[in-house]
Structure formats: C-alpha cells, structure tokens
C-alpha cells in the first residue's frame, strides 16, 4: 500500500514535492506511478519510474517541470513539482504498476488515498 503526503497550497511558479512511502510492497519489484485527478476531469498518469529505476515516464503536460525519483533505504518515490501552474491543481495519487504499465496500458494497482495539491494565488 502507499501513503502520499506533500500537497498543499502553492503560488504560481512555485515548487512542492510529493512523497509517496510504500508499506508491504518492494520498490525494486514494481513500477510505481503519480496520477492526479482534477474536478470533471479523467485521471491523468503524470510520471511513473521502473522496477529498477533506470527508466520513467512524464506526461507531455509536465515534461521539463516533474521529475521522479526513488529511495529505495526508504521505500518512497517522490515527485518534485516545479514551475508549477494552475491546471496543475488535482489529487494527486500514486500505485503499483506491473510490466509495461510506466509507457503502456493501465495495469495499476495498491493506490493511495492521495493527496491535494491547489496551485492559486
């Protein structure tokens, strides 16, 4: 299971990183991926890194902004935020992925409860 924490409010142009801490699950056996969810929106996958942490994914909306990240002594993923933006604003989640599941597909699971993030001034 994982437990996201970090959200919060934050200004235009300013930075917030997400922690996502994994409890039963071994980060070196799983891909592990940031999702958020806006008001009337579908869920977005956002970045998602390997089992064995050499490859990752970002959406074509973040790209340059995000960057994932994994330490594995303990057992979290983190996502730093920058250059943040209003539409930016969303739950924030992270799960499980298997196989391919970082660059294709929707093989998610384990998901955290998550955690807000408003981007406003």
Do not use: H
């Given at each position: 299971?994982?437990?996201?924490?970090?959200?919060?409010?934050?200004?235009?142009?300013?930075?917030?990183?997400?922690?996502?801490?994994?409890?039963?699950?071994?980060?070196?056996?799983?891909?592990?991926?940031?999702?958020?969810?806006?008001?009337?929106?579908?869920?977005?996958?956002?970045?998602?890194?390997?089992?064995?942490?050499?490859?990752?994914?970002?959406?074509?909306?973040?790209?340059?902004?995000?960057?994932?990240?994994?330490?594995?002594?303990?057992?979290?993923?983190?996502?730093?935020?920058?250059?943040?933006?209003?539409?930016?604003t969303a739950v924030y989640s992270c799960a499980a992925g298997y196989g391919s599941a970082c660059f294709f597909g929707d093989d998610f699971?384990?998901?955290?409860?998550?955690?807000?993030?408003?981007?406003?001034?």
């Open positions: 299971q994982f437990v996201e924490s970090g959200g919060g409010l934050v200004q235009p142009g300013g930075s917030r990183r997400l922690s996502c801490a994994a409890s039963g699950l071994s980060l070196s056996l799983i891909s592990v991926g940031w999702f958020r969810q806006a008001p009337g929106k579908e869920r977005e996958k956002v970045s998602c890194i390997t089992s064995a942490g050499d490859s990752t994914y970002y959406a074509d909306s973040v790209k340059g902004r995000f960057t994932i990240s994994r330490d594995d002594a303990k057992n979290t993923v983190y996502l730093q935020m920058n250059s943040l933006k209003p539409e930016d699971d384990s998901w955290g409860q998550g955690t807000q993030v408003t981007v406003s001034s």
